[in-house]
């Protein structure tokens, strides 16, 4: 049974370009999170998608982010545009809300942005 | 204010050393998790608490609800043990089960 899968790994973009993050989650999960660990900074929400809803994207910044979590497929964060300041670790957890569930996240390795 | 605050922010000890970061935390929560981080590395769930107390291996989490308080303890410290610990809070009452971090503790386990 994989774990969560995120890619890619590491990802260089140029100011102005668009960064696409997507996340795998564990067999099963049909709930996941975003979150950004920005440098020197603790982790911090973004999105909480289930499929094909977004329930919660209080933490997401109003402009030039975006994400979905489509019927077939991996999650996607997409981050238009990106500046320097987007430059940060990005990592989805995922978990099960059935009856029997833990309610424990599973988090994926990461996604590390530089923006040049 | 942070929500979530850890301590020490820093830790180095000696091989074998037994050793306490502790969380303390300002909301309601329903569950608090300990998760480990190595540097450059993915996020690993240690311990999920509710109240109590929990054991695995070297390391135990405990919580005091009333407090606010959790502590994870490493016995027998080694080196492989060094890593980010980060002391998260589940928000209490909310259909998201987000979680709310604290800043984490870097720990260092000499030889």
């Known amino acids: 049974n994989a774990g969560v899968m995120q890619n890619p790994r590491h990802l260089v973009r140029r100011r102005g370009q668009e960064a696409r993050l997507r996340c795998s989650p564990m067999k099963g999960h049909s709930h996941v999170y975003w979150y950004r660990q920005l440098p020197e900074e603790g982790l911090k929400f973004m999105v909480y998608l289930q499929k094909e809803n977004i329930i919660d994207e209080s933490g997401m910044p109003k402009e030039r982010f975006s994400a979905e979590f489509p019927k077939e497929g991996p999650s996607i964060l997409r981050i238009q545009q990106v500046v320097r300041g987007d430059s940060a670790a990005y990592f989805c957890?995922?978990?099960?809300?059935?009856?029997?569930?833990?309610?424990?996240?599973?988090f994926g390795p990461g996604t590390r942005l530089t923006v040049l | 204010k942070n929500e979530v605050e850890q301590s020490p922010q820093n830790l180095t000890a000696q091989e074998g050393e037994f050793i306490t970061i502790n969380c303390s935390y300002s909301?309601?929560?329903?569950?608090l998790h300990w998760l480990q981080q190595h540097p450059g590395g993915g996020i690993v769930s240690l311990f999920m608490?509710?109240?109590g107390k929990k054991k695995h291996g070297r390391l135990i989490a405990t919580i005091n609800i009333q407090e606010k308080h959790s502590s994870l303890h490493i016995t027998a410290s080694h080196p492989r043990d060094s890593a980010v610990y980060i002391c998260a809070v589940r928000d209490y009452g909310g259909a998201t089960n987000k979680l709310i971090f604290g800043t984490g503790t870097l720990l260092a386990v000499q030889p």
């Open positions: 957890a995922s978990h099960d809300r059935g009856l029997f569930s833990t309610d424990t996240q599973y």
């Open positions: 608490l509710s109240s």
């Open positions: 909301v309601g929560i329903s569950a």
